[in-house]
C-alpha cells in the first residue's frame, strides 16, 4: 500500500512538472549573436561588458533600470542591441538612479529609427539605463535586449609609426 501511494505521487509529480514547465528561452532571441553584433558595432572602441535583459511585455507598462560603473577619464560607448524584441522598448539612460529626485536624462532612444542603438557619454561616471517596455494587450510576449559596453583607451596615443602599418 506504501509503495503505490509513494508511486503515484512521484507520478503526479512528474506530470504536474512536466505540464507546468516554462518555456526556456525565446528562439528569437540568440543573445550570442545579438551580442557579436553589439560587439562589432563598437569598434573602435573595446569590449568592456555586456548584460542581457529578458524583457517580458505584460499588461501594464514597466520600466527596468540597470546601473552602470564607468571610470572616469575614460571613454566609453554603449550599443543596445534590440533586434532580438517583438516590440520596441525605449532605452534611456540617466545621471542619477529612480530613486532620487531632479535626474537628468542624457540619452533616449525615442524617435531613434534602427534596432542597433550607441550612445557615447561625454563625462564617465555612474550612470543608469533604464528600459521602458510598453504595455501588451492578449498573451504574454518575450524578447531580449543586449547591452554591450565599449571603452577607449585614452592613455595610449597613436603614434606615426602605427598609422603607417
Not at 135 to 156: H, M, R
Request: hydrophobic share 35%; net charge positive; proline share 4%.
Amino acid at each position: 500500500m506504501k509503495k503505490s501511494i509513494y508511486y503515484s505521487i512521484i507520478a503526479i509529480l512528474a506530470v504536474v512538472t512536466f505540464a507546468f514547465k516554462p518555456i526556456s528561452g525565446d528562439t528569437s532571441c540568440d543573445s550570442k549573436a545579438l551580442k557579436k553584433e553589439g560587439i562589432t558595432s563598437l569598434d573602435p572602441f573595446y569590449y568592456s561588458s555586456s548584460k542581457v535583459s529578458t524583457i517580458t511585455y505584460d499588461y501594464r507598462a514597466q520600466r527596468k533600470e540597470i546601473e552602470v560603473p564607468l571610470f572616469k577619464g575614460e571613454k566609453y560607448k554603449m550599443v543596445f542591441n534590440k533586434k532580438g524584441l517583438p516590440k520596441d522598448v525605449i532605452v534611456e539612460v540617466y545621471d542619477k538612479d529612480k530613486d532620487h529626485n531632479g535626474r537628468t536624462p542624457i540619452f533616449t532612444s525615442e524617435g531613434k529609427d534602427g534596432n542597433i542603438i550607441s550612445f557615447e557619454p561625454e563625462k564617465s561616471k555612474k550612470m543608469y539605463v533604464n528600459y521602458i517596455v510598453p504595455a501588451s494587450k492578449g498573451t504574454d510576449e518575450t524578447g531580449c535586449l543586449v547591452f554591450v559596453l565599449g571603452y577607449q583607451l585614452t592613455f595610449i596615443k597613436k603614434t606615426d609609426a602605427d598609422s603607417a602599418e
